[in-house]
Nanobody, 124 residues
């Protein structure tokens, strides 16, 4: 059973940066794509970014392109989300997830394991 633990969330001001981390334990981290999703109150879970098993390909939601960067360190079984130029509309709970395949998918149903999430709040 894979366990994912996110960290790095917090309360920041618009324009600030945050770096989220997601540490995996159990299973085989390096074989699968990883993704970051977010969910704001009253809204559905939204794809933010994804990365292939090798890290050679990434995908981003249009709303975060150019501001967020996903990366991974397979030796540390950790995936990161660097968030720059944060906006109030980025406020949400952020979840990392492990996909069922090595390629990136943008739908929640393609992910088999989820963390508990970390809260990101951006004030204006």
């Amino acid at each position: 059973q894979v366990q994912l633990a996110e960290s790095g969330g917090g309360l920041v001001q618009a324009g600030d940066s945050l770096r989220l981390s997601c540490a995996a334990s159990g299973g085989t981290f390096s074989r699968y794509a990883m993704g970051w999703f977010r969910q704001a109150p009253g809204k559905g879970r939204e794809f933010v970014a994804g990365i292939t098993w090798s890290g050679d390909s990434t995908s981003y939601a249009d709303s975060v392109k150019g501001r967020f960067t996903i990366s991974r360190d397979n030796a540390k079984s950790t995936v990161y989300l660097q968030m720059n130029s944060l906006k109030p509309e980025d406020t949400a709970r952020y979840y990392c997830a492990q996909a069922t395949l090595s390629a990136v998918r943008t739908v929640p149903g393609a992910y088999q394991y989820w963390g508990q999430g970390t809260q990101v709040t951006v004030s204006s």
